[in-house]
């Protein structure tokens, strides 16, 4: 396997917003209530809620995500984890509290300027790719931030760094076939090079596994834990339903229920019986064996 090193070898830098004094960043960053002063962080989450319809979707979230950190959200449907997904992607507003990403707050910047440093996979963003768009495309656009290559013009750097993503993920011999035409396992292997074209800040990857066979989650969760080692590699945040789906080398886990927090910080003090058993409502055997995690109930 190619190191995944490559995969995240910075061309250019997609950062367009001005840069703040420490001061004016430490001074504002109280102002909205935000606890942390550290530069470092990725992301923080003050008191964050959604209500959607009368229903609270996420409620009274604290979250801090810094540089270097790999994180798995897991929860029963209906927990809040997409939801949060979206707010971390800068994709939704929260209704009530702040949200920290990557030194802005929304609601006080300009989310089309923020969005390019955040790579994000999805079911709903590959919903939006044309049917006959070629893999290539897919992957190049990123560039732009828009999911169908119309007019816009690419530098042959791109193709060439689009193409290497695709070879580091194992679909470059695919680059020219359209993206309907893909297995389940390619797409997202596809989404993946995608969220890393335009050398992302943050790597949002929401289920990466979901609709895969045995073998097809194996690659991948092998191909993500070698991303997850990999020190030049953004911050992570991996959304999944299942234990099996965790890559080996990630550092950190959130358990969502209802929409609140069951348990967050160090994965190995996250994802135990306890925590897990409380999050799913089902009493839980869990077993831990070269990194990876599984789950049975109990007897």
């Not at 949060?84 to 990403?101: E, Y």
Request: charged share 25%.
């Amino acid at each position: 396997m190619v190191p995944a090193a490559a995969a995240v070898k910075r061309v250019g830098d997609p950062r367009r917003t001005p840069l703040r004094t420490l001061a004016f960043h430490l001074t504002f960053r109280a102002a909205l209530g935000l606890v942390s002063t550290l530069m470092s962080d990725v992301l923080e989450l003050s008191g964050v809620s959604l209500v959607r319809g009368g229903k609270a979707l996420l409620d009274d979230i604290d979250w801090q995500v810094r540089e270097g950190e790999r994180w798995v959200i897991m929860g029963p449907n209906g927990a809040g984890k997409t939801t949060l997904l979206q707010i971390a992607g800068a994709r939704i507003h929260p209704t009530r509290g702040v949200a920290g990403i990557l030194d802005e707050v929304l609601g006080a910047v300009d989310v089309f300027e923020l969005r390019p440093r955040i790579g994000l996979a999805s079911a709903s963003l590959a919903a939006q790719i044309p049917e006959h768009e070629t893999v290539l495309n897919v992957v190049v656009t990123a560039s732009y931030g828009v999911t169908g290559r119309w007019r816009e013009q690419y530098e042959k750097l791109d193709e060439r760094r689009a193409f290497n993503l695709l070879h580091n993920w194992g679909v470059s011999t695919m680059l020219n076939r359209p993206f309907a035409s893909l297995s389940e396992g390619e797409r997202k292997r596809v989404q993946i090079a995608r969220a890393l074209m335009a050398d992302p800040e943050l790597l949002l990857l929401d289920e990466p596994a979901a609709g895969l066979d045995l073998a097809g989650r194996e690659d991948l969760v092998a191909r993500l834990s070698e991303l997850a080692a990999d020190e030049d590699s953004p911050a992570i945040v991996l959304v999944t339903h299942h234990l099996e789906e965790v890559p080996p080398g990630f550092t950190h886990a959130m358990l969502l229920r209802d929409g609140a927090v069951v348990a967050a910080g160090p994965i190995d003090d996250v994802l135990v019986a306890e925590h897990l058993s409380q999050a799913f409502d089902l009493p839980l055997e869990v077993t831990r064996r070269d990194g990876r995690y599984s789950a049975v109930a109990r007897s």
